[in-house]
């Protein structure tokens, strides 16, 4: 099972750009969280989001980034405001959750769920 992520692109320095991401409706999410990874260097947490709308971002773009999640829709969003090129490397979504087939089977099992990388390129 894979989310499906979508958004990204290409934009100047200060511009906004979008990411979403989709889960399955059979997976009941706890943690929604997006990642990236820049040429060269290790993948970082970016922001996460809990079922209960609680989030976390990473210093660098505290201020900038808002994550977002529509649980009626297992969806999720990243708003990014005033990139600046530093920003730029592929994006991750991640969902941490349960599946709804293992409740009902009384074997409740959470695991990570990861999409497809999003590249987000800022130009100086």
């Known amino acids: 099972v894979q989310l499906q992520a979508s958004g990204g692109g290409l934009v100047q320095a200060g511009g906004s750009l979008g990411a979403s991401c989709a889960a399955p409706?059979?997976?009941?999410?706890?943690?929604w969280g997006w990642y990236r990874q820049a040429p060269g260097k290790q993948r970082e947490l970016v922001a996460t989001?809990?079922?209960?709308?609680?989030?976390v971002y990473t210093d660098s773009v505290k201020g900038r980034f808002t994550i977002s999640r529509d649980s009626a829709k297992n969806t999720m969003h990243l708003q990014m405001n005033r990139l600046k090129p530093e920003d730029t490397a592929v994006y991750y979504c991640?969902?941490?959750?349960?599946?709804?087939?293992?409740?009902?089977?009384?074997?409740?099992?959470?695991?990570?769920?990861w999409g497809q990388g999003t590249l987000v390129t800022v130009s100086s």
């Open positions: 989001i809990t079922a209960g709308g609680k989030t």
């Open positions: 409706r059979s997976i009941n999410i706890n943690v």
């Open positions: 991640n969902a941490r959750g349960i599946t709804t087939a293992s409740i009902m089977a009384d074997k409740p099992y959470e695991r990570d769920y």
